[in-house]
């Protein structure tokens, strides 16, 4: 039987900290090191704030430079440190002060409200979600990750307007989409585009079908260049290696089909693939049955998109069908010729590079 581990004294605690605060900035190289030597500190003393604030950024990063391992290894645990500050924070107030616990407890407030918004609302949730955010923002107004909750509070208000009989209040959301024409969950929070916050909304039925409505605009110059980047993020930057995935994330119909409105054109290829195909890769069920109602293509028996070549032959009109059959039945009876051969499809590949990665301002700033 092993002995129990020696208790830490403070001064052993108190380096260990150091050593993890010293490595976090080392990244990526000693990154794991830096937060294993955080989990040390907090299993020697669980309410040591300023370790528990690090890790919380340090899951931050995770997210941002790899959203696929974080969505499967470190989103609970995150979720269990932010509770834990929420908890130990309770009592700080917003009385101008620039503290590890003025800092915490503004970062984790914020993720708080996010994940209020990654579902639909009620009125009261989102009262709530308002709420945190405004307390975030009293206790550290520079936090760039309280946009995130920012931009879902405004959406799901967007959609709460039109159940209530203004179809109209969805146009926000689309002009956001037209702002900001290379929507990704995945760009950190100081992107053009970051759509952190919105997720949740840009899966509403009723935002969905509303789109699905919408007459395509002509999309011509720069912004069609910037549309043709958005339909890339959708399908292929969910898969890109780079993402450490596969990740879930339910908003590519919503993004599909903003994009679609504003003018984006469908046949993009990415990496020589249809976004048919690209969506199959993903795995998005969802994503696929749209992209399928979009082109007039039907799954066969076992749910598979039809090809290119079937999808032609299933627009070709019945009476030019019978044509043909006719056709093939009096050949039958001639001596068969030899047949051409095809011509060779030409490779298509189209490849965004990825965005830029988020800088990190730890220190002054609890966000990374």
Known sequence: MHAPMPKLRASDVDSLFARADKLLDQYPRSFGTAKALLQEVLTAQPDHLEALHALNQAYERDRDHSPGEW???????????????LELTKKVKADGGDTVAHRA????????????????????????????????????????ARHRGERGVMAWKAIHRARKGKPDAYQALLDWVAENPRPSPFHPDDHASAFRGLEGAFADEGLL??????????????????????????GDWDV??????????????????????LG???DVKVGGRSLLERAKKLGDKALVRELEALSGAQPDAKGKAPTAKESKAAKVPSAARHSSVGKKSSAAKKPSAAKKPSAAKKPSATKESLAAKQSSTRKKSPTT
């Open 71 to 85: 969505q499967s290894r470190f989103q609970e645990p995150q979720r269990a440190v932010r509770g834990r500050i």
């Open 209 to 234: 079908e509303w789109l699905r409505a919408r007459k395509p605009q002509a999309a011509k110059g720069q912004r069609a260049k910037d549309l043709v980047q958005g339909m890339l993020h959708v």
């Open 105 to 144: 407890r503004a970062l984790a407030l914020a993720q708080h409200a996010e994940n209020i918004l990654r579902t639909d609302p009620t009125p009261a949730r989102l009262k709530q979600a308002e709420d945190l955010l405004a307390e975030s923002k009293s206790l550290d107004a520079e936090l760039p």
């Open 240 to 261: 890109s290696a780079e993402l450490k995935g596969p990740v879930t994330t339910p908003c590519r119909v919503g993004r599909l089909l903003a994009l679609r409105a």
């Open 264 to 266: 984006a054109n469908l």
